[in-house]
């Protein structure tokens, strides 16, 4: 077992080279969006009493090897992470317990089921996707959507849906559709209380933005 001042290092250790690696993104990915999932996370770990260091340290890792951010498309969370955390004293059975939230924590797709978490993970995928929505997850819906080339909105090209993750991946439609294939079914698929209870400000956040954007685009306004 890790007492507290060795859990409080190795959290220190693994920031410390999350913020590294993380340094320079312009994709909403970065290390503000790693230390806001990281605090937002552990608040809902206390509510909800789950182990904080094993969420902490699932919250600073679950971008490492993300799809979304690799040069090729390709990924590997395990290897990825395994080489972050070398050396910091964390056993194979913790290791192995963050790897396979972070492996699964990933929205696939609306007509895709979310796949199981332990409670941990449940805590920081919440958290992850409270900042998916809101103010926050508006900002970084446009700054992915300009990253990856993508007009703001197309209104010929209704609402899609994706019932495959690979569907979903290849979707490179407008970021406006990100609204209606995620952000808006987000609040519904929170696991936790806390996460459910944060979800209602933001999620109504993301109706009136919407209301306004067509408006505006229509030049009504
Ligand atoms: P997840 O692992 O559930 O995908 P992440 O935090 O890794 O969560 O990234 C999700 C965020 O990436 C979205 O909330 C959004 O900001 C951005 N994003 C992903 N796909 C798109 C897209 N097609 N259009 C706009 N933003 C996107
Ligand atoms: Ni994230």
Redesign the pocket.
Known sequence: MTDHNSELQITETVMKRVREKFAEDGS??GID?IMRVYRVAVRIAKEENCDTFIVALIALLH?VG?H?LSANGTVNHREEIVELIEGTGLSNEQANQIIDVVEK???KGNGVADMPLSPEGRCVRDA??L??IGSI?IA??FA??ALKG?PMFDPEAGPSTSNSFGEYQN?KSH?IN?FYEK?LLLKDRMETSAGKRLAEGRHATLELFLAEFLLEWDAKR
């Open positions: 909403g990915h969006h971008d993300d979304k924590i990933s929205f992850d996707r900042d998916a997850g970084r819906a992915y959507g993508r979707n970021t990100h952000l």
